[in-house]
């Protein structure tokens, strides 16, 4: 059975050679192809691909957009970011997100055959020169979480990642239909475990810990 896949980018001619590649694969098919996030999304809900290969900087919501709503979604269609280039912010953010695979376009065209074989396969496939310091950011990150997690209850965790994201006392209590006094106290037991002093503490070391 062909590796099904959808193909997103703003670019008709990297499409053109995209569709072109898998065409000369038999265990290859595009089902779709993509310029935009919308596009992108409609396509995967209708052919419930086994693959996106997925551009990180399209117009009208980026590749993160995507990979956020393909997660909040619940798809399976396992992502491939494609992308020029990227930052070490953007590897991880991508990674957290889903993203099985990261390939560069500068890359020989039989490699990103590889990868998408490689990714459907249940393999992950992450180019050396797109990672950098990448891979170690996410393992303390990681590490971070994990020992967030022997100090603070999960809904301390909750309420330092509801803080993280900007929400205020009473915004929080909506969200988590707590009295805005209970969020009160439940910071104050987080600065005390946390041994932080400020809301700006707090923020930061949910940044460093993993938790944003």
Known sequence: MSIRLVIADDHPIVLDGLEGLFKLESDLEVVARCVDAEETMQALRLHRPDVLLLDMH?????????????????????????????????????????ARGIVLKEVASQ????????????????????SGRAME?????????RETAKVLTPREIELVRLVAGGLRNK??????????????IHLHNIYRKLEVQSRVELVLYAQANGLT
């Not at 798809?75 to 953007?90: K, N, Y």
């Not at 950011?137 to 979480?145: C, L, T, V």
């Not at 915004?171 to 009160?184: C, D, L, N, P």
């Open 137 to 145: 950011i996410m393992r303390r990150r990681e590490a971070g979480s």
């Open 58 to 98: 399209m117009p009208r919501g980026e590749g993160l957009r995507v990979l956020a709503q393909m997660r909040d979604e619940g798809l399976t269609t396992l992502p491939v970011i494609l992308a020029a280039s990227l930052d070490d912010a953007e590897v991880v953010a991508a990674l957290r997100l889903g």
């Open 171 to 184: 915004e929080i209590a909506e969200r988590v239909h707590i009295t805005e006094g209970t969020v009160k």
């Open 111 to 130: 490699q990103v055959v590889q990868c998408v074989r490689k990714v459907h396969a249940g393999e992950q496939w992450v180019e050396p020169r797109a």
